[in-house]
Nanobody, 116 residues
Framework: QVQLVESGGGLVQPGGSLRLSCAAS????????MSWYRQAPGKERELVAAIASTGGSTNYADSVKGRFTISRDNAKATVYLQMNSLKPADTAVYYCKAARIITNYWGQGTQVTVSS
């Protein structure tokens, strides 16, 4: 049974930082592209960042470039999202996704709220 479990969300003030983690089990993690998405109330889910299976390539949404960093540890089957200089506009539920060819798995999401 595949499981993706996100953690690390919470309430943070503008300008603060959070580090999200997504621990995977039940799948050959090192063969999957891993991504972080987010969905704010009333908005569609959007891609935030993605990382290749080997970790050698990453891409980011324009809105988070220079502030967020995606990384992975294949030995621990975990993907991370370091979020710095957080803004109220970053408030959303953050989801991790594992993708390979036509197979996708999603985590349950973790809430990030940026507010003073």
């Amino acid at each position: 049974q595949v499981q993706l479990v996100e953690s690390g969300g919470g309430l943070v003030q503008p300008g603060g930082s959070l580090r999200l983690s997504c621990a995977a089990s039940g799948l050959p993690f090192s063969t999957y592209i891993m991504s972080w998405y987010r969905q704010a109330p009333g908005k569609e889910r959007e891609l935030v960042a993605a990382i290749a299976s080997t970790g050698g390539s990453t891409n980011y949404a324009d809105s988070v470039k220079g502030r967020f960093t995606i990384s992975r540890d294949n030995a621990k089957a975990t993907v991370y999202l370091q979020m710095n200089s957080l803004k109220p506009a970053d408030t959303a539920v953050y989801y991790c996704k594992a993708a390979r060819i036509i197979t996708n798995y999603w985590g349950q999401g973790t809430q990030v709220t940026v507010s003073s």
